[in-house]
């Protein structure tokens, strides 16, 4: 989703071709570490580089200024990587000062303008901000111009196992698809799932309709006979309802657990106040 010109002059500067544009040398600059598109596409970078050969850099570079004359990108690794491959030697730039959150948050939203972050990638930024600089969902939905359950739900997509990620990376299935994984809560049927829907070659409508059938036919939990395990499940049961999200109530032969599932933290602070304690 695009944020839209008053969005992006905000955090870029008004006109900033024409305001303090220079050439600094391609060594000079390096890829920001906290860059959070981690793949590129290397069709639409060799096409970004014939067209740099045949007519420049229109667009320059937003950097942040390092020591010994070095230049962090904040905006254009793709501009760079071109320019790169194309054996150009300068490229334009034109230097803010950013705090290190204010970096990943320009960095974040120039991507998804471009609709250039797969929805791993993503979801990741977004955990980026709310690990590293405390922001909570409402923030980042501020900053970045999307809604907070938008936020939620791409979060929500980190809780998948590692193979359904790289699915999501390639593009072979969809966030639609995924969120469908989501809503079955047995991971071997997660991945049954996903096969059958990338076999069946299935829109995200017909992945859902599945998904649904799927967790109709789910095996139920053999019946537990022991009277102490059956009054934890109960015990588990209430902590979910009353904390409004999956609370697992277990033992062993010495000691027991409480688990409390929580996306990110918004979540966590609801909980945390819920149960009355403050951090």
Known sequence: MALGKKGRSALFGEEIKSNG???????????????PRK??????ISALADSIRQHGIIQPLVVTKLENDRYSIVAGERRWRAAKLAGIKKVPVVVREYSPETVMEVALIENLQREDLNPIEEALGYQSLLDEFDLTQEMISEKIGKSRSAIANSLRLLSLNEAIQKLLISGEITSGHARAALSINDKQMQRAFIERVINDGMNVRQAERLAKQMKKTTPKKKEKTDAYALELEAIGQKLSSGLGTKVIVSYGAKKGKIEIE????????RILEQIGISR
């Open 21 to 35: 544009v220079f050439e600094v040398t391609l060594s000079q600059v390096e890829p920001n570490r906290s860059q």
């Open 39 to 44: 793949t590129f596409d290397n069709d639409k």
């Open 262 to 269: 929580y996306y990110g933290n918004d979540d966590l602070e």
